[in-house]
């Protein structure tokens, strides 16, 4: 199970590592949700965080039955690596 969380206050996808939070901006549509920006820690970089994030972003999306849109380029690249979340693109 992921520790993603959606904050929906912050419009933001959430991932809590070693004092820091990686967090994926996004913004609802009526078709789907647009992940527009992902941002993780400086001294966290270069572990699969980042990656660990998106996946459970997914995950969550998924699961409310919502369809997604990569607004960025490390969710779109992200996506294209990861054919079994080739359902969720719209």
């Not at 992940?35 to 572990?47: D, M, S, V």
Request: proline share 4%; glycine share 8%.
């Amino acid at each position: 199970m992921s520790d993603v969380v959606d904050n929906k206050a912050q419009h933001r996808f959430e991932l809590a590592v070693e004092g820091g939070i990686a967090f994926a901006n996004y913004r609802l549509t009526p078709q789907a949700v647009i992940i527009t920006h992902t941002e993780t820690p400086r001294p966290l970089r270069g572990r699969g965080i980042a990656s660990e994030l998106v996946k459970g972003a997914l995950e969550l999306i998924r699961a409310n039955g919502h369809k997604v849109i990569a607004g960025c380029g490390f969710v779109a690249d992200f996506l294209r690596k990861h054919p079994q979340y080739a359902d969720l693109i719209i």
